[in-house]
């Protein structure tokens, strides 16, 4: 029931910007340079480390355990609920596009014109576009499920990182720092990763997604390609509205056959 419009684009995007600030700012706050080398101070910055200095151990127990549940944990919850309802709306339940629903479709035309070629046509017509549309409602649920798993996969480690770093104090007497900069750092690579994924599955799952890809990053030098990649698919659809037929007319044989059964 929730209709998008520029307006709710431009104030959810908005007040995304200015919550992520907000809970930034302790970050900006406590992030102190300092000198692995206490004596090479102001001499190099070399050694220099730039990290968290809170004054008391409560306070970063506390704010990370927040940043947690703000910036992953809620928002994973959020996505699961309404992804887990999405995907049963467009893969799971009977809706318009379902087989019995084209079933009864193809029994109402078959019934209020019998042996009219024109009625078969529509009949064709009106199936060949509920197939489609059940088609596109499953790569939608599927492209929706693997961008939720890569977005808690991509997550996840520096999530889990920071609490115990943060909260637990796991690594405060670690003697292998290269491993646990290692870590950090490639969890952090993994949160960039994420966002250069998600073009990366859309291309993949979606048509309308590179067919709009493709005609916003268009030339005039690309015309003739274009030309050619029109009449592809011109050819392609022949061959896919030929193949719908054949599994109209499958079905239907089906459909009869039950019909004189009953």
């Known amino acids: 029931m929730f209709k998008s419009t520029a307006k709710r684009a431009r104030k959810s995007i908005i007040a995304i910007w200015v919550v992520s600030c907000i809970i930034m700012i302790p970050q900006a706050i406590v992030m102190e340079c300092s000198s692995l080398l206490p004596e090479l ?14 004054g008391a151990e409560i306070y970063p127990k506390v704010y990370h355990t927040g940043f947690f549940i703000v ?12 992804y887990i ?5 467009l893969w799971c ?3 318009p596009g379902n087989t019995s629903v084209i079933q009864r479709n193809w029994r109402t035309f078959r019934c209020a014109a019998p042996g009219s070629g024109e009625s078969a046509r529509v009949r064709t017509g009106t199936v060949t576009a509920e197939i489609k549309q059940i088609r596109a409602r499953r790569k939608t649920a599927r492209m929706l499920m693997v961008v939720l798993f890569v977005f808690a996969l991509c997550y996840l480690p520096i999530s889990v990182l920071n609490i115990m770093k943060r909260v637990f104090g796991t690594f405060k007497n670690t003697t292998d720092r290269e491993t646990i900069y290692a870590w950090f750092t490639f969890s952090h690579w993994l949160i960039y990763a994420n966002s250069a994924a998600n073009p990366i599955i859309y291309n993949f799952l979606s048509g309308k997604f590179r067919e709009e890809f493709k005609s916003a990053f268009s030339c005039t030098c690309c015309e003739e390609r274009q030309d050619d990649n029109i009449s592809t698919r011109a050819r392609v659809n022949r061959e896919s ?7 109209v007319n499958n079905v239907d044989n089906l459909s009869q056959l039950s019909d004189q059964i009953v």
Do not use: G
Request: hydrophobic share 40%.
């Open 41 to 54: 101070t102001n001499k190099t910055r070399l050694f220099t480390v730039c990290d968290e200095h809170w």
């Open 71 to 82: 910036t992953y944990f809620a928002p994973l919850c959020l996505m699961v609920l309404a």
């Open 85 to 89: 309802q999405i995907f049963h709306k």
């Open 241 to 247: 509205r030929k193949s719908m037929s054949t599994q």
């Open 93 to 95: 339940q009977q809706i």
